[in-house]
């Protein structure tokens, strides 16, 4: 052992070392995040509640029930049901069912809609005591879009995997190659008939 | 002296886990104990196991990619490139130079959170607390890097076959660099705190030794093998996606216990950061996603013929046949199967694909580095005091939602 090794071992030099360095951190900005009254930046596609985009002219949903998100979904956790409509006989969708407990959240569903109609909301905090309320239907969906939309400060929602940057568009879909940005805010004339749902929905929380 | 031989001592059986803080999962060991030194040493895995591979032969291959983000759940990103490599390999699909250097980017960031992740827990174990806490720190901002690139932080499905799922932005590109520039320094820090301490020293060194020889006849990969001296490593040997395009060295340790394998991964800190650097500075523009690529709605019945059954072979899938177009139905299915390894931050990651040519694996199955190391714990702790079990499964870096599947 050379002189200078015992003088390490002796004076227990590593460890003064790492207790400098603990030291160091002790002054320096907290890095923690204190959750309910700070929260982290979202950033763009962040995958949290399910909703339905309200289309801004119908006021109702967009989707065509086309069967495409059904299908691909892993987790096979979307249920939609389409009827024939007897005036016309055109299909509409009857029943659309997404039981958010049983979701893997991989965002699928929203990358293969043809028509932008479905999407994953930077909504994260939707905890539930019953099973019952975290099975959306068609009309929970849209709920979730007006309460997501409610809190957004930004005027217009465009998702991210609506149309991924990157990849080819021509081949996409017609619905989603012509997709702008959706207005969050209700179009004036509707005003006062989206306002009530939102504060109902408050209370219940 | 007479009161000594009479003492009649007997071999105490216990169990370490499945609920334990310290096998980083649901492992059990049956230990057989003289004293304090371990006689026999009995691992026993499956408490996790949710049959990935059966699950993956009732999905189509896009259906089947989020299942790999979670088996090693600490490194999802990595597992699901290592499925679309294979899947591509199998599909005969060129992926675009861009996603490429995404994917070897995505790759590498995983490699350092889950090396962090790794550093943390082990040192937690061996009793180091501060280096949990520096750590931790760091990789919130690698998942924060995940997030920019695809909104989600742990089971990310990032990239799909043929490419990735999304172009990543000038903001990621920017951070990512500034990563590359602060991370070295962070990597002082853990050393600094835990390199030289006489504690951690005698607690790793010599520890938990495997000669060359027996590391390989256990079949180990990733640092658990480089530690023992071997610099066997799939990116160098059979280059997947972008890593033939980077400079990087394989660090390997000499004596092959806790402390060289510890080194080894600290090394693999500065490399994977140095191929992150490189990559961004070479970054082509371009599309993410092959032309050819099949969408997310992939049939499950027949595959179609490819375009162009001549299309260029890839560099890396010169080991492997390109498939032939498939056969006409009243030959029945013509089965191609295909192995592909990558390198994940715990070893290396195989897919065995058997296709009978329809949009649904046949077989899939993962060979998980993560289950052919916990058989190696055995080797290692067998003769070893107690405390050094806990050293041995930190080494040998184990997640058991892989090692279980």
């Known amino acids: 052992m050379t002189l200078k090794e015992l003088i390490k071992k002796v004076f227990f030099i590593e460890i003064l070392k790492g207790m400098a360095l603990t030291f160091k951190m002790m002054c320096t900005r907290a890095v923690t995040i204190q959750y309910p009254k700070q929260r982290r930046r979202i950033y763009a596609g962040f995958r949290g509640r399910h909703a339905f985009v309200r289309d801004p002219k119908t006021q109702k949903e967009k989707c065509i029930a086309c069967m495409r998100c059904a299908n691909i979904c892993p987790s096979q956790c979307i249920y939609i049901a389409k009827k024939k409509r007897p005036e016309d006989g055109k299909l509409y969708l009857a029943q659309y069912d997404i039981e958010a407990l049983r979701c893997i959240y991989c965002g699928y569903c929203v990358e293969v809609c043809p028509v932008c109609a479905l999407v994953l909301t930077e909504e994260y905090e939707y905890s539930a005591y019953t099973r019952e309320e975290l099975y959306f239907t068609k009309e929970k969906l849209l709920e979730n879009w007006d309460e997501f939309t409610a809190k957004l400060k930004e005027d217009t929602y465009f998702n991210k995997f609506w149309r991924p940057d990157g990849i080819d568009h021509s081949k996409l879909p017609k619905g989603k190659r012509e997709q702008g940005p959706v207005p969050t805010r209700p179009l004036p004339i509707s005003e006062p008939e989206s306002s009530p749902e939102k504060t109902e929905k408050k209370e219940t929380d | ?405």
Request: net charge negative; aromatic share 8%.
């Open chain 2, 1 to 405: 002296m007479s009161v000594k031989r009479d003492l009649k001592t007997k071999l105490l059986t216990i169990n370490m886990g499945p609920q334990h803080p310290a096998t980083h999962g649901v492992l059990r060991l049956v230990l057989e104990l003289d004293g304090e030194t371990v006689v026999n040493c009995k691992p026993y895995v499956g408490y996790l196991h949710r049959g990935t591979e059966k699950l993956g032969e009732n999905r189509t291959y896009p259906m089947a990619l989020p299942l790999t983000d979670r088996l090693d759940y600490v490194s999802s990103m990595a597992n699901n490139i290592g499925f679309c490599v294979a899947v591509e390999r199998l599909l005969g699909i060129e992926v675009p130079e861009r996603a490429k250097y995404i994917r070897t980017i995505m790759a590498e960031l995983t490699r350092i959170a889950n090396h962090i992740v790794w550093i943390a827990t082990h040192a937690l174990d061996i009793g180091a607390m501060t280096v949990f806490l520096y750590s931790m720190r760091d990789r919130e901002w690698i998942l924060e890097l995940y997030e920019m690139a695809c909104g989600a932080r742990l089971t990310v499905t990032y990239p799909r076959i043929g490419g990735v799922r999304a172009d990543v932005d000038q903001e990621f590109l920017d951070h990512c660099y500034k990563f590359t520039e602060e991370f070295p320094k962070r990597v002082e820090q853990y050393e600094t705190l835990i390199d030289q301490n006489r504690i951690w020293l005698q607690r790793t060194k010599g520890i938990g030794v495997l000669t060359a020889e027996e590391a390989i006849n256990l079949g180990l990969t990733g640092p658990t093998l480089r530690g023992s001296g071997v610099p066997y490593d799939v990116r160098k040997f059979a280059p997947y996606d972008a890593y033939d395009k980077v400079e990087f060295e394989v660090p390997v340790g000499k004596v092959g216990d806790v402390y060289d394998r510890y080194r080894c991964r600290m090394e693999e800190f500065r490399q994977s950061n140095s191929i992150i650097r490189q990559c961004l500075e070479k970054m082509p523009s371009g599309y993410v996603l092959a032309a050819d690529a099949p969408g997310y709605d992939m049939a499950a019945g027949p595959r179609k013929k490819p375009a162009q059954p001549s299309a260029p072979k890839a560099e890396g899938a010169a080991d492997t046949p390109q498939p032939p177009a498939n056969q006409p139905a009243e030959q029945g299915p013509a089965f191609e199967e295909i192995y592909v390894a990558t390198e994940v931050p715990k070893g290396e990651l195989g897919f065995y694909f058997v296709s009978d040519g329809t949009g649904k694996p046949y077989r899939m199955r993962i060979r998980a580095p993560s289950f052919v190391h916990a058989s190696a714990l055995p080797k290692m702790c067998e003769g070893s005091l107690v405390a050094d079990v806990i050293a041995n499964i930190g080494t040998i870096d184990i997640v058991l939602g892989e090692c279980d599947r």
